[in-house]
Protein backbone atom coordinates (compact mmCIF):
# COMPACT_ATOMS: atom_id res chain seq x y z
CA UNK A 1 0.00 0.00 0.00
CA UNK A 2 0.91 3.77 0.06
CA UNK A 3 1.07 4.14 3.73
CA UNK A 4 1.56 2.61 7.08
CA UNK A 5 -1.38 0.24 7.59
CA UNK A 6 -2.50 -1.06 10.60
CA UNK A 7 -5.38 -3.63 12.35
CA UNK A 8 -8.08 -3.53 13.86
CA UNK A 9 -8.44 -0.11 13.84
CA UNK A 10 -10.41 -0.25 17.17
CA UNK A 11 -10.00 -3.48 19.67
CA UNK A 12 -12.28 -3.93 22.80
CA UNK A 13 -10.53 -6.58 25.25
CA UNK A 14 -11.99 -7.72 28.61
CA UNK A 15 -9.51 -7.46 31.24
CA UNK A 16 -6.99 -10.42 31.04
CA UNK A 17 -7.02 -11.43 27.96
CA UNK A 18 -4.22 -11.43 25.01
CA UNK A 19 -4.20 -9.12 22.07
CA UNK A 20 -2.23 -8.29 18.94
CA UNK A 21 -1.82 -5.05 17.41
CA UNK A 22 -0.19 -5.43 13.87
CA UNK A 23 1.49 -3.12 11.71
CA UNK A 24 2.06 -3.17 7.66
CA UNK A 25 4.79 -0.55 6.94
CA UNK A 26 5.60 1.24 3.70
CA UNK A 27 7.31 -1.24 1.67
CA UNK A 28 10.72 -1.13 1.70
CA UNK A 29 10.98 0.87 4.87
CA UNK A 30 13.93 -0.64 7.25
CA UNK A 31 13.13 1.30 10.88
CA UNK A 32 9.65 0.69 12.55
CA UNK A 33 8.75 2.49 15.81
CA UNK A 34 5.76 1.74 17.97
CA UNK A 35 4.60 4.25 20.21
CA UNK A 36 1.63 4.77 22.96
CA UNK A 37 -0.49 7.23 23.16
CA UNK A 38 -2.61 7.78 26.47
CA UNK A 39 -6.00 10.07 25.86
CA UNK A 40 -5.51 13.43 25.99
CA UNK A 41 -1.02 12.96 25.87
CA UNK A 42 1.76 12.80 23.15
CA UNK A 43 2.87 9.70 21.82
CA UNK A 44 5.55 7.40 23.72
CA UNK A 45 8.21 5.35 22.31
CA UNK A 46 7.74 2.05 22.59
CA UNK A 47 10.63 0.58 20.89
CA UNK A 48 12.23 0.33 17.45
CA UNK A 49 12.77 -2.19 15.04
CA UNK A 50 15.73 -2.07 12.27
CA UNK A 51 14.59 -4.94 9.91
CA UNK A 52 13.92 -8.11 12.21
CA UNK A 53 16.04 -6.94 14.71
CA UNK A 54 14.41 -5.20 17.79
CA UNK A 55 17.39 -2.78 18.88
CA UNK A 56 15.25 -0.71 21.72
CA UNK A 57 12.76 -1.85 23.30
CA UNK A 58 13.69 0.27 26.76
CA UNK A 59 9.95 1.72 26.37
CA UNK A 60 8.07 -1.27 26.77
CA UNK A 61 6.13 -0.70 30.10
CA UNK A 62 6.02 -4.23 31.77
CA UNK A 63 6.83 -7.66 30.17
CA UNK A 64 3.42 -8.76 29.20
CA UNK A 65 4.65 -6.08 26.33
CA UNK A 66 6.12 -7.73 23.68
CA UNK A 67 7.21 -6.80 19.69
CA UNK A 68 8.15 -9.59 17.01
CA UNK A 69 9.15 -8.74 13.19
CA UNK A 70 10.01 -12.18 12.32
CA UNK A 71 10.95 -11.06 8.66
CA UNK A 72 11.60 -7.27 8.48
CA UNK A 73 8.30 -6.08 7.36
CA UNK A 74 5.06 -7.03 9.02
CA UNK A 75 5.32 -6.22 13.04
CA UNK A 76 3.08 -7.52 16.00
CA UNK A 77 2.84 -5.94 19.40
CA UNK A 78 1.33 -8.61 21.73
CA UNK A 79 0.08 -7.71 25.01
CA UNK A 80 -0.49 -10.15 27.13
CA UNK A 81 -2.98 -10.06 30.26
CA UNK A 82 -3.99 -7.13 29.40
CA UNK A 83 -4.74 -4.29 32.29
CA UNK A 84 -7.44 -1.07 32.19
CA UNK A 85 -4.20 0.91 32.00
CA UNK A 86 -3.35 -0.20 28.78
CA UNK A 87 -6.35 1.70 27.16
CA UNK A 88 -4.46 3.88 24.52
CA UNK A 89 -3.82 4.70 21.08
CA UNK A 90 -0.71 2.05 19.49
CA UNK A 91 0.36 4.42 17.04
CA UNK A 92 3.34 2.22 14.40
CA UNK A 93 5.61 4.08 12.05
CA UNK A 94 8.22 3.80 9.55
CA UNK A 95 10.91 5.27 8.01
CA UNK A 96 13.64 4.56 5.51
CA UNK A 97 16.89 4.42 6.66
CA UNK A 98 19.00 2.81 9.60
CA UNK A 99 20.14 5.85 10.73
CA UNK A 100 18.71 9.44 11.58
CA UNK A 101 19.23 11.93 9.14
CA UNK A 102 17.32 15.41 8.11
CA UNK A 103 15.30 13.60 5.24
CA UNK A 104 14.37 10.75 7.27
CA UNK A 105 10.73 11.29 7.85
CA UNK A 106 8.58 9.07 10.29
CA UNK A 107 5.09 8.02 8.38
CA UNK A 108 3.25 7.20 10.73
CA UNK A 109 -0.08 4.69 10.91
CA UNK A 110 -3.67 5.56 12.25
CA UNK A 111 -3.22 3.38 14.82
CA UNK A 112 -5.08 1.02 17.12
CA UNK A 113 -7.66 2.41 19.55
CA UNK A 114 -7.48 -1.00 22.45
CA UNK A 115 -9.65 0.00 25.17
CA UNK A 116 -9.87 -2.70 28.25
CA UNK A 117 -12.71 -3.19 30.09
CA UNK B 1 17.12 12.68 28.94
CA UNK B 2 15.24 14.61 26.69
CA UNK B 3 12.29 16.45 27.35
CA UNK B 4 9.44 18.46 24.76
CA UNK B 5 7.08 21.10 27.31
CA UNK B 6 4.08 22.34 25.29
CA UNK B 7 2.45 24.34 28.22
CA UNK B 8 -0.57 25.66 26.03
CA UNK B 9 -3.56 23.04 25.97
CA UNK B 10 -5.58 24.65 23.59
CA UNK B 11 -5.29 27.28 21.24
CA UNK B 12 -8.34 29.22 18.79
CA UNK B 13 -7.77 31.08 15.75
CA UNK B 14 -9.74 33.00 13.06
CA UNK B 15 -9.74 32.00 10.09
CA UNK B 16 -6.84 33.87 7.64
CA UNK B 17 -5.19 34.98 10.38
CA UNK B 18 -2.13 34.05 11.93
CA UNK B 19 -1.09 31.95 15.38
CA UNK B 20 2.47 31.05 17.11
CA UNK B 21 2.02 27.50 18.95
CA UNK B 22 4.85 27.41 21.44
CA UNK B 23 7.21 24.86 22.39
CA UNK B 24 9.98 24.45 24.56
CA UNK B 25 12.66 21.35 25.16
CA UNK B 26 15.44 20.02 27.41
CA UNK B 27 18.80 18.65 26.51
CA UNK B 28 22.62 18.21 26.91
CA UNK B 29 23.05 17.35 23.13
CA UNK B 30 24.35 19.56 20.38
CA UNK B 31 23.30 18.24 17.19
CA UNK B 32 19.29 17.04 17.38
CA UNK B 33 16.15 17.86 14.96
CA UNK B 34 12.98 19.37 16.09
CA UNK B 35 9.79 18.63 14.34
CA UNK B 36 6.44 19.64 14.02
CA UNK B 37 3.62 16.95 13.68
CA UNK B 38 0.17 17.47 13.12
CA UNK B 39 -2.55 14.88 14.19
CA UNK B 40 -6.07 15.55 12.74
CA UNK B 41 -9.15 14.18 14.63
CA UNK B 42 -8.61 11.09 12.32
CA UNK B 43 -5.87 10.50 14.12
CA UNK B 44 -2.54 9.57 11.68
CA UNK B 45 0.31 12.10 12.41
CA UNK B 46 1.66 13.99 9.31
CA UNK B 47 4.87 16.20 9.64
CA UNK B 48 4.52 19.75 9.13
CA UNK B 49 7.95 20.73 9.43
CA UNK B 50 11.52 19.73 10.58
CA UNK B 51 14.15 21.72 11.61
CA UNK B 52 18.08 20.87 12.14
CA UNK B 53 19.60 22.12 15.51
CA UNK B 54 22.90 23.28 13.72
CA UNK B 55 21.58 25.68 11.20
CA UNK B 56 20.54 29.00 12.00
CA UNK B 57 18.18 29.93 9.66
CA UNK B 58 14.10 28.92 10.47
CA UNK B 59 12.76 26.51 8.61
CA UNK B 60 9.96 27.42 6.49
CA UNK B 61 6.91 25.28 4.64
CA UNK B 62 4.18 27.59 2.31
CA UNK B 63 2.65 28.76 5.53
CA UNK B 64 4.07 27.41 8.28
CA UNK B 65 7.36 28.21 9.96
CA UNK B 66 9.00 28.14 12.96
CA UNK B 67 11.28 30.35 15.40
CA UNK B 68 14.12 28.75 16.23
CA UNK B 69 16.20 29.68 19.17
CA UNK B 70 18.54 26.93 20.15
CA UNK B 71 20.12 28.98 22.98
CA UNK B 72 17.07 29.84 24.61
CA UNK B 73 15.53 25.61 23.51
CA UNK B 74 12.77 27.34 22.47
CA UNK B 75 10.77 25.87 19.45
CA UNK B 76 7.83 27.78 18.26
CA UNK B 77 5.37 27.07 15.29
CA UNK B 78 3.47 29.85 12.97
CA UNK B 79 0.82 29.16 11.09
CA UNK B 80 -0.25 31.80 8.54
CA UNK B 81 -3.22 32.88 6.89
CA UNK B 82 -4.92 29.78 8.91
CA UNK B 83 -7.18 27.62 7.13
CA UNK B 84 -10.16 25.11 8.35
CA UNK B 85 -8.28 22.32 7.50
CA UNK B 86 -5.69 23.16 10.14
CA UNK B 87 -7.68 22.37 13.26
CA UNK B 88 -6.04 19.17 14.87
CA UNK B 89 -3.54 18.47 17.60
CA UNK B 90 -0.08 20.00 17.18
CA UNK B 91 2.67 18.42 18.71
CA UNK B 92 6.12 19.39 18.95
CA UNK B 93 8.69 16.39 18.65
CA UNK B 94 12.59 15.74 19.64
CA UNK B 95 15.16 13.69 18.01
CA UNK B 96 18.93 12.82 18.25
CA UNK B 97 20.30 11.71 15.32
CA UNK B 98 21.54 7.74 15.55
CA UNK B 99 21.10 4.50 14.90
CA UNK B 100 17.41 4.54 16.92
CA UNK B 101 15.87 8.20 15.95
CA UNK B 102 12.78 7.56 18.01
CA UNK B 103 10.59 10.64 18.46
CA UNK B 104 10.55 12.57 21.93
CA UNK B 105 7.02 14.70 22.02
CA UNK B 106 4.93 17.12 23.71
CA UNK B 107 1.94 16.75 25.61
CA UNK B 108 -0.04 18.44 21.78
CA UNK B 109 -1.78 21.67 21.45
CA UNK B 110 -5.58 21.37 19.75
CA UNK B 111 -5.93 24.35 17.61
CA UNK B 112 -9.35 24.78 16.46
CA UNK B 113 -9.74 27.45 13.46
CA UNK B 114 -12.85 29.17 13.55
CA UNK B 115 -14.61 30.04 10.54
Known amino acids: GAGVSQSPRYKVAKRGQDVALRCDPISGHVSLFWYQQALGQGPEFLTY????????KSGLPSDRFFAERPEGSVSTLKIQRTQQEDSAVYLC???????????????FGPGTRLTVL | AQTVTQSQPEMSVQEAETVTLSCTYD???????LFWYKQPPSRQMILVIRQEAYKQQNATENRFSVNFQKAAKSFSLKISDSQLGDTAMYFC????????????FGKGITLSVRP
Open chain 1, 93 to 107: ASSTKKYAGVTDTQY
Open chain 2, 93 to 104: AFMKPGANSKLT
Open chain 1, 49 to 56: FQNEAQLD
Open chain 2, 27 to 33: TSENNYY
